[in-house]
């Protein structure tokens, strides 16, 4: 009944699998049965998805946009509960179902976007006890964090993704207003 009167009317003409390639799906009208080599599929009811909980982090925490994944892991950059930010870096191994903290970032910061590019997780701007301007890079190789090029202004609550070995840096806000900007940081240049 979702199909339109011209393929139904092809459907018909053709016993529904004229020409057709086994291993293809084909549509085939109601009430006739599957041509040689196929099985009828009837679309049933929907299953139902429900979310899953799995093991908790360290410290219970908002992430804005601080989560990322680098190499099959998921890492949870900075973040913030109550009146406190935190510098922490967890990773969470879907293989395994657990967290493990890893060296933490310089500066405590909430409001952190995070990006993922070449190995290297990079924790940009965010919120100390005002939006700051400030980035760190984190290695996995190394587990250890240096200074990343400084954003132009200071900025929080940012989107970012990575995108053909670029990062990009959508709107934020400045600590007075929202803003309306997109950068780019090519890690190369």
């Known amino acids: 009944s979702m199909l339109s009167q011209e393929v139904l009317n092809e459907l018909n003409a053709s016993g ?10 084909i549509a085939v009208p109601a009430n006739q049965s599957a041509p040689s080599g196929y099985e009828l599929y009837q679309k049933g009811e929907p299953k139902e998805l429900v979310w899953e909980e799995k093991a908790p ?4 925490r908002y992430a804005y946009d601080g989560v990322e994944v680098l190499d099959g892991k998921i890492y949870f950059v ?89 990062i990009y840096l959508v709107g934020g806000h400045n600590g007075s207003s929202a803003v309306n900007q997109v950068l780019c940081l090519d890690p190369v240049s």
Do not use: H
């Open 16 to 25: 529904g699998a004229s020409g057709s390639v086994p291993g293809s799906l």
């Open 57 to 60: 982090v360290s410290v219970a």
């Open 78 to 166: 900075g973040g913030r509960s109550g009146s406190t930010n935190y510098n922490l870096l967890e990773s969470f191994d879907t293989n395994t179902m657990t967290w493990q903290t890893l060296a933490p970032m310089t500066i405590a910061r909430a409001g952190v976007a995070s990006a993922a590019n070449d190995g290297k997780l990079y924790a940009i701007g965010g919120f100390v006890n005002s939006p700051v301007s400030s980035v760190e890079v984190y290695d996995v190789s190394t587990n250890s964090w240096t200074n990343g090029p400084s954003l132009p202004s200071v900025l929080n609550v940012s989107s970012s993704i990575s995108f053909q070995g670029k």
